[in-house]
């Protein structure tokens, strides 16, 4: 997988990921790939909702080990 762009947002609750991740996205092209690094385990089901909410792709969620990965596709 093609990563264009990673953030880290551990340490940070809702709704500081999912902000962080909106204008990450801002700034890519279309097709482009984000990758998020999250501790909150809200996450999981935030990260759901905001791509339903913006049409967003979620490529993928893994939790790894205490951390929560998801990756998008900016549309």
Do not use: W
């Not at 905001?50 to 969620?61: H, I, K, M, P, S």
């Amino acid at each position: 997988m093609d990563i264009h762009k990673e953030i880290d947002t551990r340490g940070l609750n809702c709704p500081l990921p999912i902000l962080k991740a909106k204008k990450a996205l801002a700034d890519m092209q279309s097709g482009q790939l984000l990758k998020v690094v999250a501790t909150d385990s809200g996450s999981m089901r935030d990260f759901q909702a905001f791509a339903r909410q913006t049409g967003n792709e979620l490529v993928e969620q893994q939790m790894v080990g205490d951390e929560y990965i998801h990756v998008l596709r900016r549309r």
